[in-house]
């Protein structure tokens, strides 16, 4: 199901301003901005990446249990997609806190 950038707009009211934005995409694989939901595809999103493999050459070399390289409040919106499978089940609680 492919939910279009005006339909979120509608209830997600930073998806309507046209100032420039910054997206932290975890977890991000090789670079692939199709990757990525219609929404932030538009042009007032800049994507941050961030991965535990330097060899896709993130922005960011971190994992998702301990992204403190990433400064509070520094993004707009976060994006984690097909990550949950890689952790523990003890991990996921506090991976949940830390994008929170």
Same mark, same amino acid.
């Given at each position: 199901?492919?939910?279009?950038?005006?339909?979120?707009?509608?209830?997600?009211?930073?998806? @309507?301003?046209? #100032?420039? +934005?910054? !997206?932290?995409?975890?977890?991000?694989?090789?670079?692939? =901005?199709?990757?990525?939901?219609?929404?932030? @595809?538009?042009? #007032?999103? +800049?994507? !941050?990446?961030?991965?535990?493999?330097?060899?896709?050459? =993130?922005?960011?070399?971190?994992?998702?249990?301990?992204?403190?390289?990433?400064?509070?409040?520094?993004?707009?919106?976060?994006?984690?997609?097909?990550?949950?499978?890689?952790?523990?089940?003890?991990?996921?609680?506090?991976?949940?806190?830390?994008?929170?």
């Amino acid at each position: 199901m492919k939910i279009s950038h005006h339909e979120l707009a509608a209830f997600i009211p930073l998806l @309507k301003d046209d #100032t420039p +934005k910054t !997206l932290l995409h975890i977890g991000c694989g090789q670079a692939n =901005p199709e990757r990525l939901p219609e929404c932030f @595809k538009v042009g #007032t999103w +800049k994507e !941050l990446t961030l991965d535990i493999d330097p060899r896709v050459q =993130p922005d960011i070399v971190a994992t998702i249990t301990d992204m403190a390289p990433v400064a509070a409040d520094s993004v707009d919106a976060v994006w984690s997609s097909h990550n949950l499978e890689h952790l523990e089940g003890y991990q996921v609680y506090s991976y949940l806190q830390v994008i929170h």
